[in-house]
């Protein structure tokens, strides 16, 4: 019996697409979820050393299938070293932060005693690897949303000389203020780095959010804003049962927590999505890729939000 090629050639193309709409690591996300979400809140003892990772592996494949869904390509698929490198550069960053809570301590870490400090160290280090990946993934699922295609232009902020210097001086009065009164000027730790960072990505010629904002386009901002949100909830709730965990203490705002977080303390969340955009580019420019355009929080072709 004789094959006809071309209905062979429609086989595989079939086959690659339906892949694509929900691929295999979509699946391996599902499950790792699934295992693991459990074993987080309910195992003995500190299972959160061992469970986090995986947890949040398993989301952030999960998301990503789902922007494959939407726009059928994603961080996984569009570089599989680029994708490998969001967790490496997010170790960095988010140790920075925790060199910054030292000053402000807006959180610390309850249960995770018993740790030598190369072991905390390098499961801390896995364990933040996680922070811009998450955070990149379902922002680029939500600039698929018809909400976010459909914003009308806006206010215009250019990466103008007079602007990018302003932001830059105030980053560093930020900075200089929340390392001097912490007590009053912790929000600072949240706005400081992103307004020192992005002046330098402009000067430097690297991308950057005024790329978008100097033609009122804030679409990519909002994608941010939303994704950041989205990751924040899950960070949250599943902190909530994890052992060891983390708390917070925020001067003038602990109250109406939503799990351990207070209500006012999400809007935290907003500025950190652009600061791990610009430390991103700033990182991946010092590396020779000046307009790296990996990240697309560019509104695609995605289907509605319906």
């Not at 994708?83 to 910054?100: D, I, Q, R, T």
């Not at 932001?167 to 400081?192: C, D, N, T």
Request: glycine share 10%.
């Amino acid at each position: 019996m004789s094959v006809n090629p071309n209905e062979t050639v429609s086989r595989v193309e079939f086959i690659r697409a339906a892949s694509r709409r929900w691929p295999v690591h979509g699946w391996m996300g599902l499950a790792l979820v699934a295992v693991f979400w459990p074993l987080d809140w309910l195992a003995p003892g500190q299972r959160t050393f061992w469970a986090f990772f995986p947890l949040w592996l398993g989301f952030i494949f999960t998301v990503d299938a789902l922007v494959v869904a939407r726009k059928g390509t994603s961080l996984f698929f569009r570089s599989r070293g680029k994708f490998a490198g969001l967790f490496l550069v997010s170790v960095f960053y988010w140790w920075l932060f925790e060199a910054l809570n030292g000053r402000a301590h807006n959180w610390q870490y309850i249960g995770a005693g018993g740790l030598d400090l190369l072991g905390y160290v390098g499961i801390s280090s896995l364990n933040f690897s996680i922070v811009i990946p998450a955070v990149f993934e379902a922002s680029e699922l939500a600039s698929t949303f018809h909400f976010i295609r459909n914003v009308r232009p806006g206010l215009v902020i250019r990466g103008n000389r007079r602007t990018s210097l302003t932001f830059f001086l105030a980053g560093w009065a930020m900075l200089a203020l929340l390392l001097a009164w912490p007590k009053y000027f912790f929000p600072f730790l949240w706005l400081s780095l992103f307004f020192i960072q992005e002046p330098v990505n402009i000067w430097l010629g690297n991308r950057t959010l005024a790329n978008w904002t100097g033609k009122g386009d804030w679409r990519p901002v909002y994608s941010l804003w939303i994704g950041v949100l989205m990751t924040g909830f899950f960070w949250e709730m599943w902190n909530f049962f994890s052992w060891p965990k983390w708390l917070y203490s925020v001067p003038g705002v602990d109250f109406l927590h939503i799990f351990e977080m207070p209500l006012l303390g999400y809007g935290g969340y907003m500025p950190f999505a652009l600061e791990l955009f610009a430390f991103y580019h700033l990182v991946v420019g010092l590396l020779r890729e000046k307009r790296a355009a990996y990240v697309e929080l560019e509104p695609g072709n995605g289907q509605d939000d319906e």
